[in-house]
């Protein structure tokens, strides 16, 4: 019997290349997101808001009394937030980390109880290598995957004797267009944030075009979903960002700070 895999996010970037990518392999797959459609896509789709928890619920609700059960979950709905930390707005904040954290929090709430009923199950959550750092400008974003991966380590832990299985999955910078995505908070005029952040931003974006492809995804992900255990991360990521990670763990926090500065031209 096919598994059943819910990917959340689909109607664009990795998540929609993932529920392509897997509905080609012959799994039963559905995408969702609050806007998505149908028309063109080789999977089933549903509308769904993770910052609803009356749509998650309606959605898993409705998955289970079609297929029966739900095998794998992937949590890859997700907002990007770049702005000088002194103007963001509350609201802005509000938004990304209900997203970013309550949002994969309401769907992990809604299948566990499925899966561990069924006594198996397996949760991909999509993070960010960002969360291994504080990058200028994007201080909330990468504080909310942040947050994701401590509550995610912990929570691997509670449910493992129930047969429930969760990994974190950690791109770095892919090709998607998250651009598109991105809050930004308003600068006020004369603010002397504004000429640094600019040239962040410009190489923030351009790094968008010239990210990790999608493609390698579609594999990594099917060997999560077949094996019979699983790693706690996978990082995938170009070596130059898997050696960031390191350099981060042995220099000297000035040097590696110094390191950043000197990248994003602030």
């Not at 947050?147 to 770095?172: D, H, N, S, W």
């Amino acid at each position: 019997m096919s598994k059943v895999i819910l990917v959340t996010g689909a109607s664009s970037g990795l998540g929609e290349f993932l529920a392509t990518f897997l509905s080609r392999q012959g799994y039963i797959v559905y995408g969702t997101s609050r806007s998505i459609k149908q028309d063109g896509n080789n999977f089933k789709t549903l509308t769904m808001d993770v910052c609803n928890t009356t749509s998650v619920n309606e959605a898993i609700n409705l998955i289970i009394e079609k297929e029966g059960k739900i095998d794998i979950v992937i949590n890859n709905a997700g907002l990007g937030l770049a702005s000088p930390f002194e103007h963001t707005s509350l609201e802005d904040i509000d938004r990304l980390f209900d997203t970013n954290v309550k949002g994969v929090i309401r769907v992990c709430q809604a299948v566990l109880p499925v899966m561990r009923q069924q006594g198996f199950g397996k949760i991909i959550q999509i993070s960010s290598i960002a969360s291994e750092f504080g990058l200028p400008y994007r201080g909330m974003y990468c504080a909310s995957k942040a947050a994701l991966e401590r509550y995610t380590e912990a929570l691997r832990m509670e449910v493992k004797k129930f047969g429930i299985q969760i990994c974190l999955l950690q791109p770095g910078g892919i090709q998607t267009d998250i651009n598109k995505n991105r809050m930004v908070s308003p600068i006020p005029a004369g603010s002397p944030y504004r000429e640094s952040f600019g040239r962040c931003y410009e190489i923030v974006n351009a790094s968008v075009s010239k990210g990790y492809p999608l493609e390698p995804f579609g594999p990594i992900v099917k060997q999560i979903i077949e094996s019979k255990s699983i790693k706690a991360k996978y990082r995938v990521s170009k070596f130059t960002e898997k050696l960031s990670v390191v350099l981060k763990m042995i220099l000297p926090a000035s040097v590696f700070e110094g390191i950043l500065i000197n990248h994003y031209k602030i």
